[in-house]
Structure formats: C-alpha cells, structure tokens
C-alpha cells in the first residue's frame, strides 16, 4: 500500500507539472509561428505537419523593436543586484551566526522586521534622495535598492544556513588560530553553497520581473530600461501583434529558466537551510 501509494503521488505530480508547464510550451510554439497562423489557429495545431516555424518574430523583435538593448539593461541590472545582497548578506549573516557582540539577537530581529515593510513605501524617500544626489536614471539606483530591499532575506536565509554548521570544525579552525574573515571564505562559504544558490535563483527571479522599482528609478532614461518595461510598452503599443509579444515574453523567461535549472539541484538543500539540526 505505501509503494502504491507513493505511485499514485508520483503520477499526480507529473501531471501537475505537466499541466503547469503547459503555458511555457504554448508560448514557445507561438513564437516560432507565422502571425497568420497565430491568429487563426490554436497553437497545438503547429505540433502536427506541416510544420510552418519561423524565426522572423524574433528578429523582428530583437532589431526592430529594441528588446536585444533591453535584455542587455536587464543583465546590467540583475547581476549586481543579485552579487551585492549576496556578498553583504553573507557577511551579515556569519556575525549574527558566530560572533559575539551586543544586542546580537535584537538587531537581527529588526534586520528580519523589515521583511513586512512593503516595498512601496520605500519608493518616494529613496526616489528623492536619488534624485537630490544625482543618481535617478542610473543603473546604481537599482543596484541600491534592490540590494537594500533584498537584503533582509538574504541575512535570514543564510544566517539559519550559517548557524546549522557544525561547530566543532569552526572550532577546530579557530584553535588552528584561523580568523573570523579567513574562517568565512574557506570554510563557511564553500559549505554553503546550498543557500547560496537558493539566494541567488531567489533574487535573480526577483530582480529580473521587476517593473516597479525599474518604473520609478529608470522611468526617465529609457536607453537604461530592461526586458520589463519594453515589454510593457509593446503590450501598449503593439497588443496586436501577438507574435511579437510571444517572442518579447519567451525572451525574457529564457535567462531565468537556464539559471534556474543550472542551479536547481542546490535549490530544495538550500531553501530547507536550517529547518532542522544534527
């Protein structure tokens, strides 16, 4: 019964996966469509012969509609802000783990609080204060505030990762006489490659479908913006060109798939960081 059972749930998962699966599929074969199949015939039609693909739609949208300059932005922009609240994090992260200092527990819980401010009502100080010191239309802008407002989950995750360590081999380091920063980067980080990884596909994600912060930081300077607000003004100015839209949202899901399965076999070890001990 139990190996039945465990039959019956693998079967159910896969058909979930499969039904969840089904919208990125649909998408993929409508890019590659001609227009007037697209708008005249449902997309699993293409599955069968004869096979009409095309790779105009693509090109069509990286030249003429500007989405090549935006995929570049977007990598301009999530890279660093992935980097930034990972490297600060984890060092965040190994002081409130291992270290000893003053009113530890309660600036970490602060650190933690921050979790349900919502991101909105950080958006009009920031805004003016990038504005007042010049950085408004910049890519540092960005860089700043998705680092600042990533960065309270970063030191979660990770300090629950950190302290789940076992202590006896940072101990031995320390009577080897190793110091805390050499401690962090031979041991503890190389260790930690689980929530790391975990970190990084959560933050990259999130950075990567931003539209609000990109709106409100890069609104003005359209020669910086990403994937997401060229997409949203081709949703306004061509919401009748489905081919183009199709090939637009198929290009901005491929870097976050390819970053999401090289990473996936690290991503459930690290996402479960800390929930249990020994």
Same mark, same amino acid.
């Given at each position: 019964?139990?190996?039945?059972?465990?039959?019956? #749930?693998?079967?159910?998962?896969?058909?979930?996966?499969?039904?969840?699966?089904?919208?990125?599929?649909?998408?993929? #074969?409508?890019? %590659?469509?001609?227009?007037?199949?697209?708008?005249?015939?449902?997309?699993?039609?293409?599955?069968?012969?004869?096979?009409?693909?095309?790779?105009?739609?693509?090109?069509?949208?990286?030249? @003429?509609?500007?989405?090549?300059?935006?995929?570049?932005?977007?990598?301009?922009?999530?890279?660093?802000?992935? #980097?930034?609240?990972?490297?600060?994090?984890?060092?965040?992260?190994?002081?409130?783990?291992?270290?000893?200092?003053?009113?530890? =527990?309660?600036?970490? %819980?602060?650190?933690?609080?921050?979790?349900?401010?919502? +991101?909105?009502?950080?958006?009009?100080?920031?805004?003016?204060?990038?504005?007042?010191?010049?950085?408004?239309?910049?890519?540092?802008?960005?860089?700043?505030?998705?680092?600042?407002?990533?960065?309270? %989950?970063?030191?979660?995750?990770?300090?629950?990762?950190?302290?789940?360590?076992?202590?006896? +081999?940072?101990?031995?380091?320390?009577?080897?006489?190793?110091?805390?920063?050499?401690?962090?980067?031979?041991?503890?980080?190389? +260790?930690?490659?689980?929530?790391?990884?975990?970190?990084?596909?959560?933050?990259?994600?999130?950075?990567?479908?931003?539209?609000?912060?990109?709106?409100?930081?890069?609104?003005?300077?359209?020669?910086?913006?990403?994937?997401?607000?060229?997409?949203?003004?081709?949703?306004?100015?061509?919401?009748? =060109?489905?081919?183009?839209?199709?090939?637009? @949202?198929?290009?901005?899901?491929?870097?976050?798939?390819?970053?999401? %399965?090289?990473?996936?076999?690290?991503?459930?070890?690290?996402?479960?960081?800390?929930?249990?001990?020994?």
């Amino acid at each position: 019964m139990r190996r039945l059972s465990e039959q019956v #749930i693998t079967v159910i998962a896969l058909l979930i996966a499969v039904v969840w699966s089904l919208p990125t599929l649909g998408l993929l #074969i409508s890019s %590659f469509r001609p227009p007037s199949l697209i708008s005249t015939t449902g997309w699993w039609t293409a599955l069968l012969p004869p096979w009409q693909f095309t790779l105009q739609n693509y090109v069509q949208v990286i030249t @003429a509609q500007g989405l090549g300059r935006a995929f570049i932005n977007s990598v301009i922009i999530a890279v660093p802000s992935t #980097i930034l609240p990972a490297l600060i994090g984890s060092f965040a992260a190994f002081a409130f783990a291992w270290m000893r200092f003053p009113a530890r =527990n309660t600036i970490f %819980f602060l650190i933690i609080s921050l979790q349900i401010i919502p +991101l909105q009502i950080a958006l009009v100080p920031l805004l003016q204060i990038f504005t007042n010191i010049g950085l408004t239309g910049q890519y540092a802008a960005v860089w700043l505030a998705h680092t600042a407002f990533g960065l309270p %989950f970063a030191i979660f995750l990770l300090r629950n990762f950190f302290a789940a360590l076992p202590r006896d +081999l940072l101990e031995a380091a320390y009577v080897d006489g190793a110091s805390n920063f050499r401690l962090f980067w031979t041991i503890v980080l190389p +260790l930690s490659l689980p929530a790391l990884a975990s970190l990084v596909i959560f933050q990259f994600l999130w950075v990567w479908n931003d539209l609000l912060v990109a709106l409100i930081f890069l609104g003005g300077n359209p020669q910086n913006a990403p994937m997401t607000l060229t997409i949203a003004s081709l949703v306004g100015s061509y919401g009748e =060109n489905d081919q183009v839209l199709t090939a637009a @949202a198929f290009l901005s899901m491929a870097l976050p798939l390819v970053i999401f %399965f090289a990473l996936q076999r690290y991503f459930i070890r690290g996402i479960l960081a800390g929930s249990v001990k020994g």
